[in-house]
T-cell receptor, first 113, second 115 residues
Framework: GQQLNQSPQSMFIQEGEDVSMNCTSS?????WLWYKQDPGEGPVLLIA?????ELTSNGRLTAQFGITRKDSFLNISASIPSDVGIYFC?????????????FGTGTRLKVLA | DAGVTQSPTHLIKTRGQQVTLRCSPKSGHDTVSWYQQALGQGPQFIFQYYEEEERQRGNFPDRFSGHQFPNYSSELNVNALLLGDSALYLCASSLKQRGYQETQYFGPGTRLLVL
């Protein structure tokens, strides 16, 4: 199935470090959503972005809607052990009549205390 | 404020059987989308229901069908189950907006194992 390119695929970091991940595509998108998923559970919405260039924060998380509308970035500052999990981006294609979201391949984050 | 709920949480079926999964949307939402998530992958869009009709469909065979009820809850039906249908099935709800930008909130999922 169709998936967006998300990088890095996985990362181990020390507690307190900052984390950056991104999603890229060759197509343009209307909306970007970022989710966190713990094993065996559903994705939990972290941040929603609706306009090119938009920068939005949610606590230690900051996400940006790329100016070209083809990418998005998520930063986590001062990571803590509970940040462990899989982070997914989801983009809504800028195509008339499209309501679906296409998900990224996921970034698996492990935090070393 | 009730979030998205799904039932059952787990299900085991054998090849060829049929299964029905259920979803109740978040309070105030009127649109339900279904996704399939294979192990180690991101969710894949199956279809979306709004006003009791299928509004958009992903690349899934006709064995996958759905329904939305007047109270906005929804069912996903899968016929003639294959081993490859084993996955986490996720329901997401949203509120219809002017234009296409609708933020989706997910339920906990139903884990389906086909033997």
């Amino acid at each position: 199935g169709q998936q967006l390119n998300q990088s890095p695929q996985s990362m181990f970091i020390q507690e307190g470090e900052d984390v950056s991940m991104n999603c890229t595509s060759s197509s343009i998108f209307n909306t970007w959503l970022w989710y966190k998923q713990d094993p065996g559970e559903g994705p939990v919405l972290l941040i929603a972005l609706y306009k090119a260039g938009e920068l939005t924060s949610n606590g230690r998380l900051t996400a940006q809607f790329g100016i070209t509308r083809k990418d998005s970035f998520l930063n986590i500052s001062a990571s803590i052990p509970s940040d462990v999990g899989i982070y997914f981006c989801a983009g809504q294609p800028a195509k008339s009549g499209t309501y679906k979201y296409i998900f990224g391949t996921g970034t698996r984050l492990k935090v070393l205390a | 404020d009730a979030g998205v709920t799904q039932s059952p949480t787990h299900l085991i079926k054998t090849r060829g059987q049929q299964v029905t999964l259920r979803c109740s949307p978040k309070s105030g939402h009127d649109t339900v989308s279904w996704y399939q998530q294979a192990l180690g992958q991101g969710p894949q869009f199956i279809f979306q229901y709004y006003e009791e009709e299928e509004r958009q469909r992903g690349n899934f065979p006709d064995r996958f069908s759905g329904h939305q009820f007047p109270n906005y809850s929804s069912e996903l039906n899968v016929n003639a189950l294959l081993l490859g249908d084993s996955a986490l099935y996720l329901c997401a709800s949203s509120l219809k907006q002017r234009g296409y930008q609708e933020t989706q909130y997910f339920g906990p999922g139903t884990r389906l194992l086909v033997l």
